[in-house]
Antibody, heavy 129, light 107 residues
Framework: EEELAESGGGLVQPGGSLRLSCAGS????????MTWVRQVPGKGLEWVAN????????NYLDSVKGRFTISRDNAKNSLYLQMNSLRAEDTAVYYC??????????????????????WGQGTLVTVSS | AIQMTQSPSSLSASVGDRVTITCRAS??????LSWYQQKPGKAPKLLMY???TLQDGVPLRFSGSGSGTDFTLTISSLQPEDFATYYC?????????FGQGTRVEIK
């Protein structure tokens, strides 16, 4: 069975650091872009960052640039989010998600799309003094 | 960043109703849009990508349409398991942004 499992959440003081992990199983982890999405409890979803299969491309939400770093270890089937200089507004449930990156060809033009088809259960990060 | 605006924010409907949710992008995004369903306490579930391509295993009562700035998700006959919150997400450029969500409640 294909699964993603996050860990590493918890309570941290403002200005502190935390490292989230996401372990993949049941599929070839190295074949997929991976993404972090967060959700303040009771609120909407927010895309945070993503990373290409070979780590050659990484993209971030503006509000986390310079503070968060996404990385992966394909040998360990794992995705990470290093979060530094944490703020109260970073408090959220953090989900990792697999991007199946489907492609569609129309008139000899191939296009790729985001499609987050597998999600973890989420890990809660609380930033508070 | 591209802003995604969903409407309505919430709706009440009965089993068997036809339900339509709209997502509008602040600029053209071609067909680079996906839809997700989320139930309380659970992770989101992919319904649709490329605006109108149904994800494997998703019931045919779900359909999507649109291109450019205006998109719709339609549930042709609402079932009890469809009561949830629905989100659109663009993948035209970075950062990706979600709509604020549409909560579908039981009337």
């Amino acid at each position: 069975e294909e699964e993603l499992a996050e860990s590493g959440g918890g309570l941290v003081q403002p200005g502190g650091s935390l490292r989230l992990s996401c372990a993949g199983s049941g599929f070839t982890f190295s074949n997929f872009w991976m993404t972090w999405v967060r959700q303040v409890p009771g609120k909407g979803l927010e895309w945070v960052a993503n990373i290409k299969q070979d780590e050659s491309k990484k993209n971030y939400l503006d509000s986390v640039k310079g503070r968060f770093t996404i990385s992966r270890d394909n040998a360990k089937n794992s995705l990470y989010l290093q979060m530094n200089s944490l703020r109260a507004e970073d408090t959220a449930v953090y989900y990792c998600a697999r991007d199946q990156s489907p492609s569609i060809t129309v008139a000899d033009t191939k296009s790729w799309f985001d499609a987050f088809d597998l999600w973890g259960q989420g890990t809660l990060v609380t930033v508070s003094s | 960043a591209i802003q995604m605006t969903q409407s309505p924010s919430s709706l009440s409907a009965s089993v068997g109703d036809r339900v339509t949710i709209t997502c509008r992008a602040s600029q053209g995004i071609r067909n680079e849009l996906s839809w997700y369903q989320q139930k309380p306490g659970k992770a989101p579930k992919l319904l649709m990508y490329a605006a109108s391509t149904l994800q494997d295993g998703v019931p045919l009562r779900f359909s999507g349409s649109g291109s450019g700035t205006d998109f719709t998700l339609t549930i042709s006959s609402l079932q009890p398991e469809d009561f949830a919150t629905y989100y659109c997400l663009h993948d035209n450029n970075y950062p990706r942004t979600f709509g604020q969500g549409t909560r579908v409640e039981i009337k």
